[in-house]
């Protein structure tokens, strides 16, 4: 019986391309692909990532843990440690190569539609998209959005609130790297939301072993903060975990909380915000009561101790 095979988009060395795998590979039929890649030298100090999540190819009994993930048009990230350096990772080909190919997609529409949803012009050229049309410009707009980087939502629910979510890759069915795109910005805003991996100012994409914070990119060999991302000065710089030392480097800033005098303790200061201990969602301090009730859950905890009212007052009361 034939084998099913999926089509899976690899990350690697300055270039997207895809290749064709069985459905669920084995170890040695996924390594056997990278290795033709990127080398058989550069093997032992590579480390992989399907659609933004780590993997694991040590032996055959853990990679059976991610067979399952090999789908079709699945994203497949090659990094290397660093110790170190990374591989380069570069969109901006393929963004050029989508666009060219999104505007000859776009002049080759003929049909016209009654009214576009969003510009509300009437007899255009366009498609219908769900259970919407849209006309070619606000197409442009919507698709150059995702492809500039701009925030846009890569898969945006419909706007007729259908429960559908709108996958540009299948309504521009010409537009051949679209769909590969997206798949690997997708992947890639979940793989550098990861404290461990970080793309440098070139665009190489590397995973950090040691969490120290000074790097040294494996692409263009830019001495640099592996978590702030700015250039490295030792008179300023220091190498640690997490951070370089100064006071603005992004993972200190995001994790320093800015502090306001406790109203209910002299000379006493606490976070200016806090994280509800139940759901951690985020709530400031109001200076009214030192509890505070979540607006999000409705749970009520101290803001100095964090531990629920009726905790808190009771160890006062023994105190």
């Known amino acids: 019986m034939a084998q099913n095979l999926v089509n899976v988009f690899f990350y ?36 992989f990532a399907i659609n933004g999540k780590p993997i694991a190819v040590g032996d055959d009994d853990t990679f059976e843990r991610y067979r399952d993930l ?19 990772v570069d969109l ?7 666009s060219r190919e999104l505007m000859q997609e776009l002049d080759a529409i ?26 070619t410009a606000c197409i442009q707009q919507a698709v150059s959005g995702i492809i500039n980087n701009n925030g846009a939502v ?3 629910p419909c706007p007729k609130k259908c429960g559908e979510e709108i996958d540009w890759g299948d309504v521009l069915t010409t537009t051949t790297h679209l769909k590969q795109y997206l798949q690997l910005s997708e992947g890639l805003k979940e793989l550098v939301s ?4 970080a793309q440098c100012l070139c665009g190489a994409l590397q995973i950090n072993t040691t969490l120290y ?18 250039d490295w000065k030792p008179s300023t710089m220091t190498t640690q975990k997490y951070t370089c030392g100064r006071p603005e480097c992004v993972y200190t800033a995001t994790i320093t909380p800015a502090l306001t005098v406790y109203k209910f303790q002299a000379g ?37 101790c964090l531990k629920p009212e009726r905790v808190c007052n009771s160890n006062n009361q023994k105190g």
């Open 70 to 88: 090999f789908r079709n048009e699945c994203s497949v990230f090659v990094l290397h440690r660093l110790v170190g350096g990374g591989n380069a």
């Open 268 to 304: 006493q200061q606490i976070p200016a915000k806090r994280a509800c201990p139940k759901c951690f969602s985020v709530g400031a301090y109001g200076e009214k009561c030192k509890m505070h009730e979540c607006a999000n859950c409705k749970h009520t905890y101290c803001f100095y």
């Open 154 to 156: 890569i898969k945006p």
């Open 213 to 230: 914070s000074r790097q040294t990119c494996g692409s263009c060999s830019r001495d640099m903060c592996f978590f702030c991302n700015k």
């Open 110 to 135: 003929r049909t016209k539609i009654p009214e576009c949803l969003y510009c509300c012009d009437e007899d255009v050229l366009g498609k219908k998209v769900c259970c919407f049309y849209i006309c």
């Open 12 to 47: 690697v060395d300055h270039q997207a391309s895809s290749r064709r795998l069985p459905q669920r590979p084995t170890r040695t039929e996924f390594l056997g692909v990278v290795e033709s890649l990127i080398g058989q030298s550069q093997m032992d100090s590579a480390t």
């Open 92 to 98: 901006e080909t393929l963004q050029t190569i989508v």
């Open 194 to 197: 990861k404290i461990n991996v």
